[in-house]
């Protein structure tokens, strides 16, 4: 009997050795302790042992259980712990691995410059007017003091959609819209896209302006070019400051063309001011009395200026883009640089 019990205590523990896997101890203890298992047959046949060897056999019978549980229970806690190292491993976070970064999409260009021209008028109190862009000759023109046969009609090739109506050239259009609606004083900034048969490298058949007008008593030059110096400011950088040179638009008297000092080489001249110091950015002047008398503003009391800025010029200036039309080919190579 002794040695029946040893020899299933051997081969218990060189099974529980064997186990490879939780499931697989479980088996091996059915196998041995389980109802039909080798040991508990053992005990079952304890009828057949003689009364007076039973306290005997039945020690040795307890002595190999309780050894083989305590190494099924060892057994079980490796299998376990291995177990838990291999979840461990397997779900294992690398926190120092750099994180994927998250692509987020931008405003384009002309919209940000746009919202920043916006953001900065709006400081200064100027309201935002919409224009339409299908206009009349007579608003697109003729009370911008352009009338039929006036030369300067050729400074813009025009969109004719019929004899009356057209693509508006230049936001200055929504100026007399403003001025007939509203009595001064007035100070409005007017975007919006404006259209011209003009197409090359910095010309786009289709482009942005932003039109400003400040209708008020005793609006001068100067108001307005204290007003572009804040402005220039703001948008190029501190250092940057404005020229005005002599120009001609119909609806102001006197035009001018503001350039501003190069932000790129702060005037001493580079690639970008082509070696002058200065760059052309908008055209502005006071507003002409002919355009003022026009919508009924007594020119006694009131005067005015006006300036137009074109959208994409700053833009490209801004962000050293030299070909407007990546400003309407959408690449998102492009794109996705400009994120102001
Ligand atoms: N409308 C002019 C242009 O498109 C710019 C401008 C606006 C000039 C207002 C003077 C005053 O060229």
């Not at 003091?145 to 004719?160: E, G, I, K, S, V």
């Not at 942005?208 to 572009?228: A, H, S, W």
């Not at 005037?267 to 200065?278: N, R």
Request: glycine share 8%; hydrophobic share 35%.
């Amino acid at each position: 009997m002794k040695e029946k019990l040893q020899k299933i205590r051997e081969n218990a523990i060189a099974e529980i050795e064997k186990s490879d896997g939780l499931e697989r101890l479980n088996e091996v203890r059915m196998a041995i302790l389980g109802k039909k298992g080798e040991l508990t047959a053992v005990l079952k046949g304890m009828k057949e042992v003689a009364p007076e060897d039973r306290p005997k056999v039945g020690q040795w019978v307890n002595e190999t259980r309780e050894a083989i549980e305590s190494i099924l229970e060892e057994k079980k806690k490796k299998l376990e712990a291995e177990a838990l190292r291999l979840r461990y491993e397997s779900e294992k976070i690398d926190v120092t691995m750099p994180a994927e970064k998250n692509k987020h999409g931008n405003l384009h260009p002309i919209t940000q410059v746009r919202n920043q021209l916006i953001d900065i008028f709006g400081s200064m109190g100027f309201e935002v007017y919409e224009g339409t862009e299908i206009e009349t000759d007579h608003y697109n023109f003729t009370a911008l003091n352009t009338p039929q046969d006036h030369p300067a009609r050729d400074m813009q090739d025009t969109f004719y959609l019929s004899p009356e109506f057209l693509l508006r050239t230049q936001t200055s259009a929504g100026q007399i819209h403003v001025m007939e609606a509203k009595k001064p004083p007035i100070k409005i900034i007017s975007p919006g896209k404006v259209f011209r048969s003009d197409d090359d490298a910095t010309h786009s058949p289709m482009f942005t302006q932003m039109e400003g007008l400040v209708v008020d008593k005793g609006i001068t030059l100067c108001d307005l070019k204290g007003m572009l110096d804040e402005f220039v400011k703001k948008i190029f950088g501190k250092e940057t400051t404005t020229r005005l040179r002599p120009s001609y638009f119909p609806f102001t008297e006197p035009s001018v063309e503001v350039d501003v000092s190069c932000f790129q080489c702060g005037g001493k001249g580079c690639k970008l001011c082509k070696g002058t110091g200065w760059i052309e950015v908008l055209g502005a002047g006071v507003v002409n009395n002919k355009v003022l008398e026009g919508c009924n503003i007594d020119t006694e009391e009131y005067s005015g200026f006006a300036f137009g800025i074109g959208i994409e010029r700053i833009a490209m200036l801004k962000y050293g883009i030299n070909n407007i039309k990546l400003l309407f080919e959408s690449d998102l190579r492009v794109l996705d640089q400009i994120d102001d």
